[in-house]
Structures are given as structure tokens and as C-alpha cells.
């Protein structure tokens, strides 16, 4: 499985972020994988954003619930992170991966994407 993010560098505060994960070498409907987003502030650890399954339920963190939406389309293989009212603390590099339940871990990862948030 291969997982590509494409999306803005540079957005502005208040704005909203779309990020896209274009999946390659697996089907995103595959039973037993939940399409996760994780991001990674600088010169911090990981945060975990959240997941669309393959039967399409979606999961957020609780503390970014109210500003995220992740959907998908499986005509394309992609799935998509909409991150609102963005500040300078979003500012991360972002990433897209499979929880894979045969495994119980996050067997592939994207190369990660540098989101900037600043006027």
C-alpha cells in the first residue's frame, strides 16, 4: 500500500485546511483498515486527528472534533481531512496511514505534507 498527501503549504489563519490522501496498491473499502490522519507539530510527538473505516464511519479526536471532517471517495481511492478555523498551533506536517487490524499497527505511512498556518 502506498499513500501520497497533496494539499496546500501555506493557509491562512481562520481558514479551512484540505488535505488529500490518494491511496495506491489496496482499496480504501479493504475490510480491516481505518484511514487515519496524524499530524506532527514542530518539535513535538505525534498527535493523532482521526480515521474514516472502510464502511465509511469517521472517528475524531475529542480535542479536534469540532474544527475536523474526514470523508472519502472510493471512485478515486482518496480520502480527505478538513482541518477549520485554523491557527498557527496547526501548524504541523501531516500525515495519512492505514490502522491495519491484522496487524494492530500502522503498517504504511504517506511521506507527510508541511502545512504552514500564518498571514
Known amino acids: 500500500v502506498q499513500l501520497q498527501e497533496s494539499g496546500p503549504g501555506l493557509v491562512k489563519p481562520s481558514q479551512t485546511l484540505s488535505l488529500t490522501c490518494t491511496v495506491s496498491g489496496g482499496s480504501i473499502t479493504t475490510n480491516g483498515y481505518w484511514w487515519t490522519w496524524i499530524r506532527q507539530p514542530p518539535g513535538k510527538g505525534l498527535e493523532w486527528i482521526g480515521y474514516?473505516?472502510?464502511?465509511?464511519?469517521?472517528y475524531y479526536s475529542p480535542s479536534l472534533k469540532s474544527r475536523t471532517s474526514i470523508s472519502r471517495d472510493t471512485s478515486k481511492n482518496q480520502f480527505t481531512l478538513q482541518l477549520s478555523s485554523l491557527t498557527p498551533e496547526d501548524t504541523a506536517v501531516y500525515y495519512c496511514?492505514?490502522?491495519?487490524?491484522?496487524?494492530?499497527?500502522?503498517?504504511?505511512w504517506g511521506q507527510g505534507t508541511q502545512v504552514t498556518v500564518s498571514s
Open positions: 474514516i473505516a472502510y464502511s465509511g464511519s469517521t
Open positions: 496511514t492505514p490502522w491495519v487490524g491484522a496487524s494492530s499497527a500502522y503498517d504504511y
